[in-house]
């Protein structure tokens, strides 16, 4: 777990304490560490807290195993009066009325059923719990994928108003060599186009972040109108070979582990129904109270009894019961394969789209380097009449078009460094507790 920590956890435990809700000094918006948003999505969050309740269900399951072993104790009561007298050797004997009650106490002395029931009622409290942390980290990677969308969103929000920036000192400068005579109209209206596109590339960017934090609101629980966030610590690819990987997440993805239970029940079920060829012994304590009792009986008596069934026959249902959960024994080994197969593709997946993502990476950091430049020299050169508005507008262009590419490729990068985490079953660790 230790070794898990230190090299899976940056998520959590690099990010900087913050309190929920803090305000700004200067902004007074209210401002979200991802943190923040992970212990709201844990107190609000329906699915989250079904699962809860789900646990609390699961932990009944031993209490109606035990059951099968307890006393019970009833009481039956009865009234019975003939309509007719009843004749005995040629003489009427008039019938009376009789009530009694019956005090009976049963003991289940044994009970194959009990140790199988038993054996599936912790096992299903463990999967409750397995199927508790897999939708903890589910909901929480949904709430880090939106908030990871917000600081995306925010990045081409400063981009598109960078773009509008540049195009309006280009304008600003074609007007002023319009007026001079040193350029022609043309050059004056491509800017103002220059302008009009970057407008709308704010106002999309804008959009984008608005309908990003709206997706945050509704997943944790946000109540402020607006908010903003703060950026999480870098995240960096793992120095681990694959083969460490998949066997860490075939010991940690609740969801093979919950396969692995599901194996386990199907193997229980069969030692149920094998326990319904049993026999079973079963001790009793009657008393009887009667109002008014037979000749043959008394107003009150103890009767104790052992009484020992013996199933001979069902019409076969026993045997149609063992071989459908022989079945299901093989289908749940079959489901089981299937998702150890899942996650090892999984893995090896993550781990090649973040060395493509590296890469792509890496190559747009330098078209925005090499983009900066141009337009530097360009815009030096328009200035001194060596360049045209069209090369102007062709660097400014494509500038803004390599620093989009870098933020999405930034970002994108990011998020599949965190479904590395995801897909090796250690993203936000330390948040899968329960007491």
């Known amino acids: 777990m230790n070794l898990i920590k230190l090299f899976f956890l940056p998520v959590l435990l690099l990010f900087s304490p913050f309190v929920p809700g803090q305000l700004s000094a200067q902004e007074k918006v209210a401002v979200y560490s991802i943190e923040d948003t992970f212990t709201l999505a844990l107190q609000s969050h329906p699915r989250i807290l079904s699962a809860e309740r789900q646990i609390f269900k699961s932990r009944l399951l031993s209490d109606k195993a035990r059951s099968e072993i307890l006393p019970r104790l009833n009481i039956y009561g009865f009234y019975q009066r003939a309509d007719d007298d009843i004749e005995y050797k040629n003489v009427e004997i008039e019938a009376d009325e009789q009530s009694g009650v019956d005090f009976s106490l049963a003991q289940p002395l044994f009970n194959a059923k009990y140790f199988p029931l038993k054996e599936q009622a912790l096992g299903k409290i463990d ?68 302008i009009v596109k970057a407008k709308g590339n704010l106002l999309e960017a804008q959009n984008q972040l608005l309908l990003a934090k709206d997706i945050l609101k509704s997943r944790v629980g946000i109540k402020e109108a607006d908010f903003a966030v703060q950026s999480p610590p870098e995240l960096f690819p793992p120095h681990e070979e694959f083969s460490i990987l998949f066997d860490r997440a075939l010991e940690l993805r609740s969801d093979y582990r919950m396969a692995l239970h599901d194996v386990d029940f199907a193997k229980s079920d069969i030692k149920l129904a094998k326990a319904k060829f049993y026999p079973s012994l079963e001790g009793t304590v009657d008393y009887y109270l009667y109002n008014d009792p037979a000749y043959d009986e008394d107003s009150n008596y103890l009767l104790a009894a052992v009484r020992l ?54 190559n747009s950091r330098k078209q925005v380097e090499l983009a900066k430049k141009t337009y530097e020299i360009t815009n030096t050169r328009f200035s001194y009449g060596a360049a045209t508005g069209l090369e102007l507008d062709q660097s400014i262009t494509t500038l803004n078009v390599v620093k989009t590419d870098l933020i999405n490729s930034t970002f994108e990068y990011q998020m599949e460094l965190l479904n590395l985490h995801k897909v090796v079953g250690n993203f936000v660790q330390e948040k899968l507790k329960f007491e």
Do not use: C
């Not at 397995?130 to 925010?154: H, K, S």
């Not at 773009?163 to 491509?190: P, Q, S, W």
């Open 127 to 194: 999967r409750s719990m397995e199927a508790y942390y897999q939708i903890i980290q589910d909901t929480l990677y949904q709430v880090a994928e939106t908030y990871y969308q917000i600081l995306q969103a925010e990045e081409l929000v400063r981009n598109a108003e960078e773009y509008e920036k540049l195009a309006t000192e280009k304008l600003h400068v074609a007007e002023i060599k319009f007026n001079a005579g040193n350029v022609t109209e043309d050059v004056k209206i491509r800017s103002e186009l220059s």
């Open 309 to 362: 069934k013996i199933p001979l026959y069902d019409g076969g249902l026993r045997f149609t019961e063992l071989k459908e959960k022989s079945e299901n024994l093989q289908q749940a080994d079959l489901a089981l394969m299937e998702i150890k197969d899942a996650i090892k593709i999984e893995v090896k997946e993550a781990l090649l789209n973040i060395e493509s993502y590296g890469s792509l990476l890496e």
